[in-house]
Structure formats: structure tokens, C-alpha cells
């Protein structure tokens, strides 16, 4: 019988792969103690190697341009709601209330 499909938190995936770094333990008793497949153990693992680089270096600076950006596109919403909201008032003033014909 299969198992329910489980969603695991970063911050779990962040532990198993760390305790898989650490190689303190063997895989079964990774397996074991953190009840997932061995597979999964070593695709985190190798996840957290190959974006470890990313943590000291161009990743950090990403951050600062995503907050940039966000910035960016929430002056863009702002903006598209005031001319939505001019447009909205103006068809009122020409064809009356909504749902009105």
C-alpha cells in the first residue's frame, strides 16, 4: 500500500541534507531517523551543495535587487488601480450605474 504524498518545509529538507553533509550517519539510519527514502536524502543533499555558493555570493545580492523590483511593481499596481478606478468614474458619469442599461 502506498503512503500519502508528504510536503516537507525547507527548514526539514535543510536538516536532513545538513545531516547528510555531516556523514555522522549512515544512510539507513538517515532514512531511519528522518522516515524519508534514501533517493530524497541524496537529491537534498545535493541540492544543498550545489546552492551552497549561492549563500555567500550572488544570492545575497539578489535579494536586494527582488526587493527592488517588488518595489517597482507595487508603484506599477498602484498606479494601474488610480487610472482603473478614473477610467471606472468616467464610463459611470457616460453610461450610468453598473448593470444599468
Do not use: Y
Request: hydrophobic share 35%; with cysteine.
Amino acid at each position: 500500500m502506498r503512503r500519502k504524498r508528504r510536503n516537507h518545509s525547507p527548514e526539514f529538507k535543510a536538516k536532513v541534507a545538513l545531516a547528510a553533509c555531516q556523514g555522522d550517519l549512515t544512510m539507513a539510519e538517515l532514512v531511519k531517523k528522518f522516515d524519508v527514502h534514501a533517493n530524497q536524502v541524496s537529491d537534498w543533499k545535493r541540492q544543498l551543495l550545489n546552492g551552497a555558493a549561492d549563500v555567500f555570493g550572488k544570492g545575497a545580492q539578489k535579494s536586494d535587487a527582488d526587493e527592488e523590483t517588488i518595489e517597482q511593481l507595487h508603484a506599477k499596481i498602484g498606479r494601474l488601480t488610480m487610472e482603473n478606478d478614473f477610467l471606472e468614474r468616467g464610463l459611470v458619469k457616460i453610461h450610468g450605474p453598473k448593470g444599468k442599461r
